[in-house]
């Protein structure tokens, strides 16, 4: 018998030792990712900075955007945006890999990991990447000049949690389906763009008609993207509201949590 | 005897309205090479995962190393090596890596793990390939290496599913003769397979399964002493004519089984039963004599073939 296996103290890490493999696998990747993270930024940033936003700010100035910037005024929804794909990407495919293409949870599972463990571990990671696609985002706001170094820190914490609520309940959605043939077609075109454009990312919520509202209310881009505004300009939401948005937030992330981790649970046991 | 390191007892699993595996009982000792035999669907890898502390049962005991795996999976799966029918290792990974990442799944020391693999590509003679991304390994050697994981861990005890299914010859030879080596070193082994030159070569005691039953029990040579003869003279007459001569043929043999392409007569005596059936003037167009082997003993109990 192996006496160096101490199974309370995987019972503790187990989670942080599949998220550290994850974090080796996506270091085989790191220059696609790194090229992502910064090019698709600097995309955003030159057609609306230069582009779109002077296009919005002769039309109607600052008068619709609460006095500021146009770019400045999307940024902290482009920041939750950055945040959500990056966790999409390291939660939906690593799951779908793991389950079904390479079976690598299998692999996993056959150890003392449980099935619980594995998916915070693969969480955890995907949080990592949010953070490192947030930070660049966000060092090249500073750089563009979009926003001031200050309280615009709290743009980074803000975006990651936008992006771990949707993160947590996507990775349920991945262990959830057997049958992935329309899984990207659909979560891409009828879930993630109609998100994106709909969520007080280009324009304020109140600016759309009220029937199509609720979109942004559930919608984590739109929370985050209001406390981002908050936090980064005091663009004068009530700490009510600030609260409210917190709330759906950690809410979506314990819910997404709790789902995954008996989802992967029973599914490896079947 | 000492406490067998494997007891099940009336061990059931139903998926909806489907029996996998259905009330069968077995024990592996310390040290034993022990086999599950039986065709595709038989309910090996049903047993197996179970086994592997990884999936539930429907009903029946099962203790491995005195615990029971539903209940203490983490516990159970720190002693035990598992490998998988279908190779799961990360192919984005290199042979060290996929060793590593392993090795500290079971929360082992840095140190202890770099020391292993060392050993362990040594032992799966993959040391050139060390630094290789599995993808472009061969399935033999995938094989070896996910061997090789599975014993990262010093396990007590190596569950082998299906382990040279899919290989071609020489590629199984070579793995043969590793597990061979760590039967010798005393690893307790359990494996499935439908293979019976695979069992034979390999197990000490098997139990034959079908359709979710074993449906005996005891060594390879045990089983076919007892549900065989000592040999077997295979004759084709050519397809049509095969059932012509099978009521002929029956009266000159202990048992006969017939095939689509052959027919199988039991016997003690292969040569004199060939020279009976050429003084009958019945002349087949090709005739072999062999030993009795496990793939008889499963014929004889299940009227089929192993490999269908």
Known sequence: MNTGIDVPQIQRYGALYIASARLKSMSKWKAIIAAVDIGNPLFYLIAVGVGIGV?????????????IKYIAFIAPALLANSAIAGVMDETVFPTIEGFKWRKLFFAQNATPITGRQIALGVYLSALCRAIFSVSVYYLLLIAFNVVEFGSSILLIP??????????????????????????FNILGRLVIM????????????????????????????????????????????????????????????????????????????? | MSKPLISVRGLTKVFGDFTAVNGINFDVAKGE???????????KSTTMRILAATSTRTSGTVEILD???????????????????????????????????????????KKFI?????????????????????????????????????????????????????LDPQARHILWDRLFRLKEQGVTLVLTTHFMDEAEQLCDRLVVMDKGAIMAEGSP???????????????????????E??????????????????LLMYTEDGEKLLEQIAAAKLHPTTSLVRRSSLEDVFLRLTGRTLIE
């Not at chain 1, 296009?55 to 006095?67: D, Q, Y």
């Not at chain 1, 993207?225 to 409210?244: H, K, P, Q, W």
């Not at chain 2, 799966?77 to 290792?89: F, S």
């Not at chain 2, 001569?245 to 052959?262: G, I, N």
């Open chain 1, 158 to 183: 803000i975006a990651v949690l936008g992006g771990g609520a949707f993160g947590a309940i996507i990775l349920y959605a991945a262990a959830k389906i057997e049958k992935d043939d329309q899984f």
């Open chain 1, 194 to 270: 109609p998100m994106f454009l709909f969520s007080g990312t280009f324009f304020p919520l109140s600016s759309m008609p009220i029937y199509l509202q609720p979109i942004g209310w559930i919608s984590p881009l739109w929370h985050a993207t209001e406390l981002g505004r908050e936090a980064a300009f005091d663009y004068g939401i009530s700490n009510l509201m600030v609260a409210v948005h917190l709330t759906f937030l950690s809410t979506l992330v314990a819910i997404g949590i709790t789902l995954s981790m008996r989802q992967f649970e029973r599914r490896l046991a079947k």
């Open chain 2, 33 to 43: 090479s022990f086999g599950l035999l039986g065709p595709n669907g038989a309910g």
């Open chain 2, 221 to 243: 040579q045990g089983l076919i002493k007892q549900y065989s003869s000592k040999e077997v003279l295979e004759v084709r007459f050519g397809s049509d004519r095969n059932k």
């Open chain 2, 67 to 109: 615990k029971d795996p539903e209940k203490f999976g983490p516990l159970v799966r720190a002693h035990l090596g598992i490998v998988p029918q279908e190779d799961n290792l990360d192919g984005e990974l290199t042979v060290t890596e996929n060793l590593f990442i392993y090795g500290r799944y079971f929360g082992l020391p």
């Open chain 2, 114 to 166: 770099k020391a292993k693999i060392e050993e362990l590509l040594e032992f799966a003679q993959l040391e050139e390939k060390r630094d290789v991304k599995v993808q472009a390994l061969s399935g033999g050697m995938k094989r070896r290496l996910t061997i090789a994981r599975g014993l990262v861990s010093e396990p007590d005890i190596l569950l082998l599913d299906e382990p040279t299914t899919g």
């Open chain 1, 55 to 67: 296009l919005v700010e002769k039309g109607s100035g600052t008068s619709g955007t609460n006095g």
């Open chain 2, 245 to 262: 001569v099978a009521p002929q043929l029956s009266q000159m043999c202990e048992r006969m089984e017939t095939l689509p392409d052959r």
